[in-house]
């Protein structure tokens, strides 16, 4: 049976995002649920499904299915624990409409939580532990490569060597990232960031600096999605199109190992939703590293091949440009809670809630998730209006 | 991790080719990283062991495939051949590690990681032989060795160019693939045929 409405988002809840060690992610899911429904005016008696994305890896505290128990939910007809590494949070979305649309639910949360910081640890330091030593991530760690950062680094190098960029590139991306940032009470990183502060950081793995990598927080984001008139004062924010990519790209000459092919993504996105990249008010994407939002830009077709770092220069990607990326400040100066994050920030955008960083009439946004090694790629095309 | 637990490793996770005092450790990485030598790799291992670079192939159209691949991608075969490579490549990517994880890596300056993509069409990761400040860069070409991670041998690469500076001591015990080692094809740009070999291992 179709649903009343066409199915839409239309509750939001964040839990504070924390720099410090503390909360389980269970704990930070149920209060981020509690929040979304609260936002939305319903209560857990409304909701019929539950869709959990939790961290990658075996970790004994990681989220699953568990929660609606746990949580408190009552008798429900959708509940999964969807994996597609980073790209969960976006494919959850598309997951719970699609459920809708099928009648197979009528109002899913979609949720994430995580607590890498841990007492006595800095989050590098749990990454750096994980891994096992089994299979090729063994091998790469018995190389050296521990933790992420060395990884993107690698990817990096590469996409400097294809595109003829530099470290000027990444410091822009940071420096625009950080801008947006300050507009942003729920950003953990706030102070003011220039080239100067940007080249005065950290190295962390060349060419990436501290100030090229996500901050982790610990924190939840949860989603409402509903086919039903919902009570909340937000407006519904519609999601118009979405599309993945899953490129099989191999590591052996002579094709590229480290990025390539997902733009698929974005272009059945668009086809569905009939619009065209011009129609795009925010574009907020998945940006574990500074690296990557130069990468997707390019790969999404929203600047011309090897021109992301020019781009980026000229300011159109920071407050007031006409290319506004990441304006919440990313999960480079915002919080780093995978695909919530840039989800996120797009459903404030389009409610028109951005304060300080709101694009104004902001009513179209991409939204784009990534997983693995960029390997995976899920997309949304949201907006104020319905589909046509 | 203490010298007598790492006395204590099983003489059968030791490299045959071992120098005589593997206690002295690894370069880079403490024991504590040794990959699983009897795991989804251990065809590359037990190759590494006895010096060879083994990686596997499709055995019905001999693509290249990737280190965990089931299936191959080009014809669809499940026989996976593991064989002997050249031990030869350049540098496809390359980065210059600064973090350095207290208990994991032993030393106490950056070091390299470089992704070589060999003359066989295969991309791997590793570091070098031994410790060296500079990254060198892409396109570079390399030789392959092995280090000895906590008794388990694993590739690593020997800048092989005009820079004296960077070249392997030809001394270290850790580096059994000198270029100088007769049965090894030198070969470049090209990938040697295919050799059947007592080496190979079938999965």
Request: with cysteine; net charge negative.
């Amino acid at each position: 049976m179709a649903p009343p409405l066409e199915p839409a988002v239309v509750g939001l809840g964040l839990t504070s995002m924390s720099l410090s060690a503390g909360g389980v992610p269970v704990d930070l899911a149920i209060e981020a649920v509690a929040s979304a429904l609260a936002d939305a005016g319903l209560t857990a008696r409304d909701v019929d499904g539950l869709l959990v994305n939790s961290s990658q890896g075996v970790r004994p505290d990681r989220l699953g299915v568990a929660l609606a128990r746990q949580g408190g939910l009552g008798d429900l007809r959708l509940l999964e624990h969807v994996e597609i590494k980073g790209a969960t949070a976006v494919a959850m979305i598309q997951r719970a409409v699609l459920a809708i649309r099928a009648g197979l639910a009528s109002t899913v949360v979609c949720v994430f939580a995580d607590a890498p910081l841990r007492a006595g640890g800095t989050s590098g330091s749990t990454y750096a532990h994980s891994g096992g030593n089994d299979g090729a991530r063994g091998l790469e760690r018995a190389s050296g490569v521990l933790g992420s950062v060395p990884t993107y680094a690698l990817l990096a190098s590469r996409y400097f060597a294809v595109s003829g960029g530099d470290p000027e590139d990444l410091c822009a991306v940071a420096v625009s990232t950080r801008a947006w940032a300050l507009g942003n009470p729920d950003a953990v990183v706030r102070k003011p960031l220039d080239a100067e502060g940007y080249f005065a950081s950290r190295m962390i793995s060349t060419p990436l600096r501290v100030l090229d990598c996500a901050r982790p927080v610990n924190g939840a984001v949860a989603l409402v999605v509903s086919g039903a008139a919902t009570p909340g004062p937000a407006p519904r924010i519609h999601v118009r199109g979405m599309g993945q990519a899953h490129p099989m790209r191999r590591r052996r000459a002579p094709g590229e190992s480290w990025f390539g092919g997902g733009r698929a993504a974005v272009d059945g996105a668009l086809a569905m939703a009939g619009l065209t990249r011009a129609d795009l008010d925010v574009i907020e994407l998945y940006d574990p590293f500074s690296v990557v939002t130069l990468l997707l830009l390019e790969e999404y077709g929203l600047v011309e091949p090897g021109q992301a770092g020019k781009v980026v220069r000229s300011g159109a990607t920071a407050p007031g440009g006409d290319l506004p990326v990441n304006t919440g400040g990313g999960q480079l100066s915002g919080f780093y809670l995978q695909g919530m994050t840039p989800l996120a920030e797009a459903v404030v955008q389009l409610r028109g809630a951005g304060g300080a960083r709101q694009v104004p009439g902001a009513s179209t946004a991409l939204v784009g998730g990534i997983g693995g090694r960029v390997d995976h790629h899920a997309c949304l095309i949201l907006d104020l209006e319905p589909s046509r | 991790m203490n010298p007598s637990t790492d006395a204590a490793l099983p003489a059968a996770l030791a490299a045959p080719d071992a120098p005589d005092a593997p206690d002295a450790g690894d370069w880079l990485v403490d024991a504590a990283l040794a990959p699983l030598a009897g795991g989804s790799l251990a065809p590359l291992y037990a190759g590494a062991a006895a010096g060879e670079l083994t990686l596997p192939f499709c055995a019905a159209c001999g693509l290249a495939l990737e280190l965990e691949q089931r299936a191959c991608d080009g014809c669809g075969a499940t026989d996976i051949r593991w064989r002997p490579v050249e031990r030869a490549g350049t540098v496809h990517a390359v980065t210059l590690v600064h973090r350095r994880e207290p208990g994991l890596v032993r030393v106490t300056e950056p070091y390299p990681v470089l992704d070589v993509e060999l003359t066989s069409g295969h991309r791997l990761i590793m570091t070098t032989l031994t410790a060296t400040g500079s990254a060198p860069a892409i396109g570079r070409p390399v030789t392959v060795g092995f280090r000895i991670v906590g008794g388990v041998a694993v590739p690593a690469a020997a800048l092989s160019t005009s820079e004296p500076s960077e070249l392997p001591d030809p001394s270290d015990p850790s580096e059994p693939s000198d270029a100088a080692t007769p049965d090894s094809p030198r070969a470049t740009g090209t990938a040697p045929a295919p050799v059947p070999s007592e080496t190979e291992v079938s999965q």
